[in-house]
């Protein structure tokens, strides 16, 4: 069994085994909360301060490890930030290769610029012409000061009882969200009713926090080497073989299975760096006329070990959709762009 398995196993397992894990693991819990609760402690309370970035920001991350849509969801401000003629970069720590490659195809005209050091990240953000920041994964990141914090829940892993880790995948207790400018609940394979009780349940116990509800859809199918389409119709009734190495590969694979396709899956640990072994495995694994798909995330790891002489691998590609909170969104964004710095 991969470890992204036994994860998954262990964090949403409904078996005796599972539940006896996770029972084991509270007292680790515990302390993680205690650790958690001391580091927001130090902010309260000035013993810690945090530094002003060298331009306006918007974060955009989550409570959980992974699993919430929050690489897209990031690319898609930036890109609504581009329309409204400002200059985003994109700043984050990149705990793998794929995110930075990620945002460079989706928005190939903002610059990514990767720093553990947020501050630093955003003084050389400013040395590439930028004049907002959008951060990817700074929710926890505190010594970063930002204009504003989104932060993603998913629909398709919401809980009303979260674990911490290591039990379960919450970095956060849920009051972390005191901290948030605006929620937004994210939804793949969840019905938008699910979203919508969750958006209500938040709205509920934070009436002071925006909550919106933000679909992440499937669109057509892209090569992951050159520039070829298909439908994404063409997988209904064909045999596909997933490729994930994602947060959360129930929920994609959910969504493959939702186009009639019959979908068999590999999957690998979040952020997972292919090898060119695993890729050629991956590769001599399909049957005939099955189709190989992965995510774009995956896509950009694979390509470059993906073997000629095998059938095309192909991602899906996303979409975007605010079905609740857009005017909140907006408002917010409008705030943020209002404290760039003025152009002489």
Not at 35 to 53: K, T
Not at 114 to 134: H, K, W
Not at 151 to 171: C, I
Not at 243 to 256: E, K, T, W, Y
Request: net charge positive; glycine share 6%; charged share 20%.
């Amino acid at each position: 069994m991969t470890h992204a398995r036994r994860l998954e196993r262990l964090w949403w397992g409904t078996g005796p085994g599972a539940r006896a894990a996770r029972a084991a693991l509270v007292p680790a819990s515990i302390l993680y909360r205690i650790g958690s609760a001391v580091h927001a402690g130090l902010y309260r309370s000035g013993l810690r301060r945090a530094h002003r970035l060298a331009l306006p920001a918007i974060s955009v991350g989550n409570l959980t490890v992974g699993g919430t849509g929050k690489t897209p969801v990031a690319a898609w401000i930036a890109s609504l930030l581009v329309r409204q003629d400002a200059h985003p970069a994109i700043v984050m720590r990149g705990y793998g290769e794929d995110e930075p490659l990620v945002h460079e195809r989706l928005n190939p005209a903002v610059p990514v610029v990767v720093s553990p050091d947020r501050v630093r990240g955003a003084e050389r953000a400013s040395t590439l012409g930028a004049d907002i920041i959008v951060l990817d994964d700074a929710f926890q990141h505190r010594r970063a000061a930002r204009n504003a914090d989104l932060v993603l829940l998913s629909a398709d892993r919401w809980t009303s009882a979260p674990r911490l880790l290591p039990a379960g995948p919450w970095r956060e207790p849920l009051s972390a969200l005191r901290r948030a400018s605006m929620v937004l609940v994210t939804r793949k394979a969840a019905s938008p009713a699910t979203a919508s009780a969750v958006a209500d349940t938040i709205q509920h116990r934070f009436p002071e926090i925006p909550v919106g509800v933000v679909a992440l859809t499937l669109q057509e199918l892209r090569a992951a080497t050159g520039e070829s389409t298909m439908p994404l119709e063409a997988l209904a009734g064909a045999r596909a073989l997933a490729i994930v190495a994602i947060g959360d590969p129930s929920a994609f694979l959910r969504q493959l299975a939702a186009t009639d396709a019959t979908v068999r899956a590999a999957v690998f640990p979040d952020h997972h760096a292919y090898t060119h072994a695993e890729v050629a495995r991956l590769a001599s694994m399909m049957a005939a006329g099955e189709i190989a798909v992965c995510t774009l995330k995956d896509a950009v790891k694979l390509a470059p070990h993906w073997p000629r002489e095998a059938p095309p691998l192909w991602y899906v590609s996303q979409s975007v959709m605010v079905e609740e909170g857009r005017d909140a969104l907006d408002a917010l964004l409008a705030r943020v762009l209002a404290s760039r710095p003025v152009q002489r």
